[in-house]
């Protein structure tokens, strides 16, 4: 199968670490090593990892001022409000996804490939997707990771809110299957267009192979005094959400009656000076270690040096992630400790492999560390589930999946 693999998103650059940019990749490695013929078109490339097994087409964003300003003229937006930073950046997305369309058919006939499928993972305040598909007259299969309008507006900043709404309305309609990475986003699409398109949920998945061949740790463990005591670890951004702050208080708690124990917090992110400057007032700051941003290539290495990994997201109302870090470590053998929040809970099986606890809670974090650290049979027999349990979620599963739903969408199309 032919598949054109769309990700407009300029946030999202296909050779970057965040865990959006490991999805891009590794949902096109598994296709092809399937045996699909895969071109990925991006609005942003990035670096800092090999590309994926595909033909590349860089679609980028533009870049004349003059271009925005005709934009904004026909939008009736002042001249004035393009001096505002997060005018210019929606404005520049709205005139991406006027062009994107015809761009990427020119391109596409350029290089002689003609899609059987159009997937794409849906971008803020874009359409073009929908109009592609149009053109070849395939099915368009729409990934959908996040309720995005929200979650733009709330963490970033959003002015063309209505705008936003009415243009991810239309993205969910035009396409003929939405892929939701979980049960909060798939009611979170129910909401925006009822029951207007097939909805299907499909949990991120994981290189089981890669992973669950481990890594070499040793390194890591001399290079960053790591001891032979038992390691601790996070792998992720330090963005509020995603906790930090309460793991660094629930491992105070048990630092000083594991005081061999260490604790490795990798990444980068908005939170990260705060991580540092807390940890160096912290009474056990010579257990903890900041790394910072590793490339995702390294991740089974950082892994391998741990024997337990946290996933301490904070407390939220709707938890609609499908948490990529958390299968990773599993797939590896490592025990996950985690709120239990939306889909973690069916990812970790509480007492098999990993404990859950409640969100927002420090004592009870420290309460799930203490007991791993305290019994090392436990944590053996939570790796071995671990591994077996990730063995049945590798991306290959999920590209198998996904596209077979392109059946009946293109039967659909015909009907």
């Not at 090999?50 to 679609?59: G, W």
């Not at 026909?74 to 520049?92: C, H, K, N, T, Y």
């Not at 048990?254 to 908005?270: I, K, M, Q």
Request: overall charge neutral; aromatic content about 6%.
């Amino acid at each position: 199968m032919k598949i054109l693999y769309l990700n407009a998103d300029s946030g999202i650059p296909v050779l970057g670490d965040k865990g959006a940019s490991v999805h891009v990749r590794e949902f096109v490695a598994a296709a092809a090593s399937l045996g699909h013929e895969v071109v990925l078109a991006c609005a942003a490339l990035g670096e800092g990892n090999p590309p994926p097994p595909a033909r590349i087409l860089h679609l980028e964003m533009p870049k004349d001022p003059t271009v925005l300003t005709a934009v904004g003229r026909r939008l009736g937006i002042p001249v004035s409000d393009l001096d505002v930073a997060e005018m210019r950046r929606e404005i520049r997305r709205l005139a991406y996804d006027d062009t994107l369309a015809q761009r990427a058919t020119a391109e596409l006939a350029r290089i002689g490939f003609r899609p059987d499928v159009v997937y794409e993972r849906h971008s803020l305040l874009s359409r073009a997707g929908a109009e592609i598909a149009a053109h070849y007259g395939v099915a368009r299969i729409l990934e959908v990771n996040a309720p995005l309008v929200d979650e733009q507006a709330r963490y970033r900043g959003l002015r063309l809110v209505d705008r936003a709404r009415a243009m991810e309305a239309q993205s969910y309609r035009g396409a003929q299957v939405v892929v939701a990475v979980s049960d909060a986003v798939a009611a979170h699409v129910r909401q925006v267009i009822g029951d207007a398109v097939r909805i299907e949920v499909v949990a991120n998945g994981v290189d089981a192979e890669r992973f669950g061949h481990g890594g070499e740790g040793d390194g890591l463990r001399r290079s960053f005094g790591l001891g032979d005591g038992t390691v601790v670890g996070f792998i992720g951004s330090f963005k509020p959400w995603h906790g930090v702050d309460l793991l660094i208080g629930a491992f105070e708690e048990v630092a000083t009656s594991h005081p061999s124990s260490r604790l490795v917090a990798v990444g980068d992110g908005p939170d990260w000076e705060a991580a540092r400057d807390r940890v160096a007032a912290s009474s056990c700051a010579g257990q903890i270690r900041l790394p910072g941003r590793v490339p995702h290539a390294e991740i089974p290495n950082w892994l391998a040096t741990m024997d337990v990994t946290v996933a301490p997201y904070a407390p939220q109302d709707r938890f609609y992630f499908s948490p990529l870090k958390i299968i990773e470590s599993l797939a590896a053998g490592r025990p996950v400790v985690a709120p239990r929040l939306g889909q973690i809970a069916e990812i970790v099986q509480d007492g098999e492999t990993g404990i859950l606890y409640e969100p927002g809670s420090v004592a009870g974090c420290a309460q799930a560390l203490g007991a791993l650290l305290a019994q090392p049979a436990l944590r053996r027999r939570m790796a071995d589930n671990a591994r077996a349990f990730a063995t049945e979620r590798s991306w290959k599963r999920v590209v198998e999946t996904v596209l077979g739903f392109d059946a009946g969408a293109q039967a659909g199309l015909r009907a």
